[in-house]
């Protein structure tokens, strides 16, 4: 699951990286859409369960579930 959502890498970067340092949304990383697009299909894939194993987990699972959860609520 870790290397799922958390250390899947865009470009060589991890993703807890690119959430980290806000990379992402910059026009200059050419890995920008591919990024966002599965970031929004990995909130509605991920289960409640597994969010809450990562909230328990260490600091990058914890950030990368922070995104997650903050781009999946309304």
């Not at 289960?47 to 990058?60: H, I, M, N, S």
Request: aromatic letters at 14%; a positive charge; glycine letters at 10%.
């Amino acid at each position: 699951m870790v290397e799922s959502y958390v250390t899947r890498t865009y470009g060589g970067c991890p993703r807890y990286l690119a959430l980290n340092g806000g990379r992402f949304p910059g026009p200059q990383w050419w890995h920008t859409t591919r990024f966002t697009r599965h970031l929004i299909a990995d909130t509605t894939a991920i289960a409640d369960e597994e969010l809450e194993t990562f909230l328990g987990y260490e600091w990058r699972s914890r950030l990368t579930v922070g995104w997650l959860i903050g781009v999946r609520s309304p």
